[in-house]
């Protein structure tokens, strides 16, 4: 008889195997955690059919392995026994396609056996649909079920479960169809496997689709046939799909040694004792006395409740329409709350919000007036919009505000919401700088939310467990993913879910203090800290974050609703004689929906919801600018980025004798393309440029991408090469370049490596460039004399140019690249000189040559100018600010414009500096440092926007508008220098 | 006590009184060479102390200190440094820091200045670095690199090179467990012996040392019974440092397998082979190219040495030298690929495939820049040419989970075992059917 028993990260499958290996038994079980007593009870419960003595027994799945060190039975790695699984029912199979609760799994058959395993950081598949569900707050079969009636796909970044629930978020919060929504988040799950595993090979003929997810979800059975263009033959779904992995570890049994059942039985049950946890933490609270004491030190920060009934006058509403949660308060004039609501906004916050009005409404009755409203949060435009708010404010301002309130000296505020950790150092009483949390370490409430969620408990009660857990385990400070595989780790030996609960909260806040804040010494955060938001409710994490600081810090009770609060301050500080709020009638005959659309305007092609109210209201979401809302831009300010790409566009193909050269546009080429292309043109040759970048051209060379952690300007380098070659471009020119040009600002003059290699792994991976001419030669533009002499002989031997010709053409692109720089100079004097005149503010909008990609920067500039802001780069000015030396290696040229502008704008008092920056890049690690440090020692703001395949614009749209708000405070307060 | 000096650009120096007063902290990458090399920069005057911690405490320092999407070795190795600081072991004003610093467009010419900014956020910016460099970079009035200290860091790095290979060999086989370590220690301290009494590094010890090393290992009494090869390439600290890669290499060990480690001669002739190359692909000083000429010379020169004592003892498998390695990336990469290891790395990979060592784990930190290119990067094309390569690759960094990691070794096990015996199998095959072809 054979046995196999998967030990999955969320489930345990056991199946049994008579002599003829027949599957006579079969069962899957979710185990929450609780490895060991599952898996014994399941056997316990097989074991009738398992009526003899001796069996053939071996361990599969990650949490297999640890029972199967620990307790001796035999293991077989999973992704090996299902490759035998398949060999045997299925040998026509060319690909395996496997999703489990975390890990991803493809197996290629044809042409040599290959298996690969997700990265760490592709993240979970079946949890992260789970999160994804949770955040719908439907079932995973709703999920299903609704993703089959959609009309549109969003696009979703398929990197990590945190990145698109960055996505998912405010489409939600812009009213998009939940069948829309579902059907993407399940596209998203298909484009990660295929990006995340095929690297560089192409799923096609025969593909076995197997694993819990795809074995109970139609609607990604569907994503992924469409996706892979199979059909019915094609795509083999196993009807034991779920326990596929199971079936091949028995199959693996078979060349194992007999053993008696109960000797296998006894051994797993006793497994527990032989592991010990490696790495434990302090207890929160080592006594029950301890926890009162600190209960009542925190229940001093209150705000006063009052009876509305006892109540009549002038009353301020502040709602604070949060990524997951909707806040709404009341408040008299004095502070005091007349009424609160907290709750999950359901999918639906419009829906929300109108419910509590008329709650509202009914409260005030006749004797409380309501003569101000205001609205913040990620849905302040919708909700603004729908109800007709007096006031929308970017939620750092509304936080602010709520917070001194109870402190009126506070000098750092933490807030951590469902979604995202924000923090915000106040000085002279002004908002001095920002933190949010970038979008890789947002495991903030919902993260522990979900995990409770997943364990089986609610949050509450699930925080509670970790109050007194003896031995807290330590779950580093990582994202959300590297969490889940903690956690998993946790399980594996043997910790109770008290210390897992433990270890969860304070890993939020070891993600708060070390990622976010980023601050060593607590003192740096000043005395008064105010800390605040739905996840601070939590004692668990509130105590932990002060055991971290070592000190003690305020948690308003309304820790909560500090936004809405801090809204209803705003609405106050309106002093209006009426609030132009939806009345109680009105609000009877609101409705509201809405419809998909996309903008046609420009490049950018947003997805545009349009919302429609009662009264023929219209409110249009998801545009980077004003043009998708029917008004054509009317100020068109300047912008840098704009004039840069326009002029790199500008230079066009000119029909020549030599016949057709192809350029990736990419990375290094949005610097050096006038260079290049003058070069060419020149010799003969007409210079085709790959086509603008989009979100197609990423998908279409996604598959050859060996490495999914790298730099998303690089991933779109494949696109660009494969577009190249569908147009029958038969030579392609990218050389290699580890020098760029010296500028005399730096020490050295690097490219990053990923910069200057590029060709080479594109040459190793994209087999279609074995075929055509491809050229990659190593070339260093900043030796002149040198350059004329290699290149001469290089293009001589490629292409039989005279050397007296190839010479000429030398000068010609270094005088082209020259005159490239001086434009964009020129340009950067008259924005500057422009600003000045009209009045406006100017942004460097500082980052790497290549982020004026329009699909890189997402149009970030476009919302930076309809934020009334006009947009230079870096390298406009970074040649004003001459040489010096800094505290960091100054040896990359594009980085050393960086830290040039980064000291010159601190003399620039209408001047701010927003770093881009791209997920991925090691080294902007070190250039954001130190950027910050120069523009901080110089009372300056910094502000950093981490870049990837993200498309949504909110976040940064908050972020950008908090910068702007704490400038208009500073100028308030008249501090000079900003 | 020392007075605290500064050069024009306002960076500490280390100074002549230092030198006498301060003990100079050093992290360790390699036990055995850097035990080594500890002993030739005592030999100069210094006092040194080699950190051999390796708890969560430096993970967690690091972490505070460093930016947390930095690089996982300078993580690592500041966190190391920090905590020995801060541990109380050491008066802080009485201690200095030295580091390795490559020079060159990689991330990693950074980590002496992360550390500087990492002591200077703890409170510790009185506390003098050492940066140890052949570019030229950061000069110290108390501290040099003289010619003599050069050519003995040289023999150290050979030495090390040839205990970790003999003892790679000897461990997995070894009949009486504990025997190789055993002999590793016992030469590691007959060479710091040696290097006390000014032996062991003249030209004529270090040819007899390499053959009285080779033939000790040699006596150690082994089971020869196959065991599954693995190689470990990657980057440079992840690869050697058992801090850095979850010690990976006895995790093999347990699984059953002889870990084949390359050693770091290749790299260190790489990196002086680099600004050859530099010359050649873009033009420079040829005066440059030939002092660098000549020192690539003297370290081949070296490594032919002991490739030749263990090719003599017969019992070992010895390493290619590095031209022959050089040669084998040709149609991969080119030779300006220099950043982080660049083409050495899949020169390496390709040696050991070559070599007959299919199973290949190629470690980095979490998001390598350079291993993009050169690990990840190349592993689809050495497949094509090679489809019995059987390479993993694993990132490392301070949240990565060892089960994660050695699911996806095991996984490269799983296959490494299941090619072994179908080669097992045709080879059975093969001897069967050999009666009848004599016929």
């Keep these: ?978 | 006590m020392a007075e605290l000096k500064y050069d024009k650009t306002g960076r500490l120096l280390f100074t002549k009184e230092m030198k006498k007063e301060y003990t100079i902290l050093m992290p360790q990458m390699l036990p055995i060479h850097f035990s080594l090399m500890r002993k030739c920069l005592e030999l100069e005057g210094y006092k040194v102390e080699m950190l051999t911690s390796s708890h969560r405490g430096i993970v967690d320092t690091g972490l505070k200190y460093v930016h947390n999407d930095t690089c996982y070795p300078a993580l690592l190795v500041i966190g190391q440094l920090i905590e020995a600081i801060e541990s109380g072991k050491y008066d802080p004003h009485k201690v200095a820091l030295i580091i390795t610093q490559t020079g060159g467009g990689c991330r990693a010419s950074n980590y002496i200045h992360l550390l500087r900014k990492a002591l200077k956020k703890a409170g510790l910016g009185f506390v003098p670095v050492i940066s140890l460099n052949l570019s030229g970079l950061e000069k110290n009035p108390g501290f040099s690199l003289n010619l003599r200290l050069i050519i003995r860091l040289i023999y150290s790095i050979v030495y090390g090179d040839l205990i970790m290979l003999l003892a790679n060999q000897c461990k997995p086989y070894e009949i009486e467990q504990g025997a190789t370590d055993r002999m590793t220690e016992k030469w590691v301290n007959n060479l710091i012996d040696q290097f006390k009494h000014s032996k062991g590094v003249w030209a004529k010890d270090f040819k007899k040392n390499l053959k009285l090393i080779t033939d000790d290992f040699a006596s150690i009494p082994l089971n020869k019974t196959p065991k599954i090869k693995v190689g470990i390439v990657g980057e440079i600290y992840v690869k050697f440092s058992p801090l850095g890669n979850n010690n990976l290499e006895q995790f093999l060990l347990d699984e059953g397998c002889e870990p084949v480690v390359p050693g770091l001669i290749d790299f260190i002739i790489f990196k002086i082979n680099n600004r050859i190359t530099d010359v050649d692909l873009y033009g420079g000083n040829p005066l440059k190219k030939l002092v660098c000429l000549i020192l690539q010379r003297y370290i081949e020169k070296r490594q032919a040495e002991l490739i030749e004592a263990v090719k003599e003892s017969k019992v070992f498998r010895a390493p290619e030298p590095f031209y022959e390695i050089r040669k084998k990336v040709r149609g991969y990469l080119g030779y300006g690929n220099k950043m982080g290891e660049g083409w050495l790395l899949t020169a390496e990979m390709l040696e050991l495939i070559d070599d007959g060592i299919y199973n290949i784990v190629c470690t980095q930190p979490f998001g390598c820049l350079p291993n993009h290119i050169v690990g990840k990067g190349m592993i689809r094309a050495i497949k094509n040419n090679r489809p019995e390569a059987n390479i993993v690759a694993i990132d490392y960094d301070p949240g990565a989970t060892k089960i994660n990691q050695e699911n996806r070794i095991k996984l490269m096990l799983a296959n490494a075992k299941l090619a072994e015996e179908k080669v097992h199998k045709a080879k059975v095959s093969v001897e069967q059917k050999e009666p009848v072809v004599q016929k």
Excluded at chain 1, 111 to 130: P, Q
Excluded at chain 1, 599 to 613: E, I, Q
Excluded at chain 1, 836 to 843: A, T
């Design chain 1, 1 to 978: 008889m054979l046995v196999g028993i998967d030990v999955g990260s969320t489930t345990v499958k056991v199946v049994v195997l008579d002599d003829s290996k027949n599957m006579i038994y079969k069962a899957y079980e979710r185990h929450y955690s609780k490895v060991r007593e599952k898996t014994v009870e399941m056997l316990k419960a097989a074991a009738p059919i398992i009526n003899s003595d001796k069996i053939q027994v071996a361990l599969t799945g990650s949490a297999g392995l640890g029972i199967a060190k620990s307790s001796g039975v035999d293991f077989v790695q999973e992704v090996f026994a299902c490759a035998k699984a398949v060999e045997v029912e299925y040998p026509q199979a060319d690909a395996v396609i496997e999703l489990g609760g975390e890990d991803a799994k493809i197996i290629f058959f044809k042409g040599g056996l290959e298996e690969r395993m997700n990265g760490s950081c592709a993240g979970g598949t079946g949890a992260f649909i789970d999160q994804m569900a949770t955040l719908l707050n439907i079932t995973i079969e709703e999920l299903d079920k609704l993703s089959m009636q959609h009309e549109k796909i969003y696009k979703i970044a398929s990197r990590c479960g945190v990145f698109a629930k960055t996505d998912i978020q405010p489409l939600l919060n812009q009213g998009a169809r939940k069948a829309d929504v579902a059907a993407s988040i399940l596209q998203a799950v298909v484009d990660q496997t295929i990006a995340g595993l095929a690297q560089g090979r192409r799923i096609e003929g025969n593909v076995v689709f197997l694993g819990g997810p795809l074995y109970f979800l139609k609607g990604l059975r569907q994503r992924f046939i469409e996706t892979l263009k199979l059909d019915d033959k094609s795509a083999i779904f196993p009807e034991n799909g779920d326990c596929f992995v199971c079936y091949g570890a028995a199959l693996y049994a078979a060349s194992l040694k007999e053993r008696d059942f109960s000797d296998v039985l006894k051994r797993i049950e006793n497994s527990k004792e032989k592991t010990e946890l490696t790495q434990t933490l302090q207890p929160l609270f080592k006594t029950h006395k301890q926890y009162e004491e600190f209960l009542q030190r925190h229940s001093k920060a209150d705000a006063p409740k009052i009876d509305p009934e006892k109540y009549s006058g002038p009353a301020y509403l502040g709602i604070d329409a949060g990524s997951t949660t909707t806040k709404l308060v009341l408040i008299t004039p004095e502070g005091q709350i007349l009424y609160s609501y907290y709750s999950s906004n359901k999918g639906n916050p419009v829906n929300v919000v109108k419910q509590q009005l008329e709650k509202v409404y009914e409260i005030c009755g006749d004797t409380i007036k309501i003569l101000g409203s205001a609205v913040t949060g990620y849905g302040e435009e919708l909700i603004k919009n729908a109800f007709k708010v007096d006031l929308g404010l970017v939620e750092t301002m509304a936080h602010l505000k709520a917070a001194r309130h109870f402190n009126k000296d506070v000098d750092f505020i933490l807030d951590i919401g469902g979604q995202d950790m924000k923090c915000f150092k106040i000085r002279n009483g002004a908002v001095d700088g920002i933190m949010l949390n970038e979008a890789c370490s947002s495991g903030c409430g919902s993260f522990l939310e979900t995990f409770a969620k997943a364990l089986g408990y609610d949050i509450q009660e699930f925080a509670k467990l970790g109050l007194f857990a003896q031995k807290p385990v330590d779950l580093g400070s990582r994202c959300t993913v590297f969490m889940n595989s903690s956690v998993k780790q946790a399980q594996k030996e043997g910790a109770s879910i008290e210390d897992i609960s433990a270890g969860l909260s304070i890993s939020v806040v070891k993600n708060a203090i070390y990622k976010v804040i980023r601050i060593p010494n607590p003192d740096e955060l000043g005395k008064n800290i105010v800390v605040q938001g739905g996840t601070f409710l939590n004692d668990a994490v509130l105590r932990s974050f002060e055991l971290e600081l070592g000190r003690n810090v305020t948690r308003p009770a309304i820790a909560g609703l500090m936004g809405a609060f801090g809204a209803a301050l705003a609405a106050m500080e309106l002093e209006l004689e009426q609030s132009a709020i939806l009345s109680r009638s009105e609000l009877e005959n609101f409705e509201h929906t809405s419809r998909q659309t996309v903008c046609r305007r420009c490049t950018n092609h947003c997805n545009l919801t349009v919302n429609m109210f009662s009264g023929g209201r219209r409110f249009i979401s998801g545009n980077r600018c004003e043009r998708g809302l029917g008004i054509e831009q009317t100020k068109n300010l300047p912008n840098m980025y704009r004039f840069k790409y326009n002029y790199l566009r500008s230079l066009k193909p000119e029909k020549g004798p030599r016949g057709k050269i192809g350029i990736p546009m990419g990375l290094n080429m949005y610097e050096n393309l006038p260079f290049w292309h003058a070069f060419f043109t020149s010799l003969g040759f007409e210079v085709v440029l790959s086509p603008e970048s989009n979100r197609n051209i990423y998908s279409k060379g996604q598959y050859t991408i060996p490495s999914d952690t790298v730099c998303y300007p690089a991933k779109l380098m494949h696109g660009h090469i494969e577009a190249l070659l569908d147009e029958g471009i038969t030579t392609i020119f990218y050389p290699c370049m580890p020098y760029n040009f010296d500028e005399g600002i730096s020490d050295n003059h690097y490219n990053c490596p990923v910069v200057a290699y590029y060709p080479e792994l594109l040459s190793a991976n994209v087999e279609r460039l074995s075929r055509i001419k491809y050229l990659m030669p190593y070339f260093n533009l900043s030796r002149k004399r040198d350059f004329k002499r290699i290149a001469s002989d290089y293009f001589n031997k490629e292409f039989e140019i005279g050397k007296d010709e190839i010479a000429a053409a030398v000068d010609k692109a270094y005088k082209a690249y020259s005159d490239y720089r001086k434009a964009v100079f020129k340009e950067g004097q008259r924005i500057i000189k422009f600003a000045r005149e009209n009045g406006y503010s100017i942004i460097v909008l500082a980052g790497r040559p290549y982020h004026i990609d329009p699909e890189v920067n997402h149009g970030i500039d476009n919302l930076l100018n309809s934020l009334d802001q006009c947009v230079i780069t870096e390298d406009c000015i970074s040649s004003l600010a001459g040489k010096t030396s800094y505290r960091v290696l100054n040896q990359w040229t594009y980085h050393a414009r960086l830290y040039n502008a980064a000291r010159y704008i601190t003399t620039q008092p209408d001047m701010q500096l927003v770093q881009l920056v791209s997920f991925g890049c090691g080294i902007d690690a070190i250039t954001g440092d130190e950027v910050r440090e120069i523009l901080e020692k110089n009372g300056k703001l910094y502000t950093q926007i981490k870049i990837d395949e993200i498309y949504n614009l909110g976040a940064v749209k908050i972020r950008l508008r908090s910068l702007l708000a704490a400038m208009e405070e500073v100028k308030r307060s008249g501090r000079a220098k900003v």
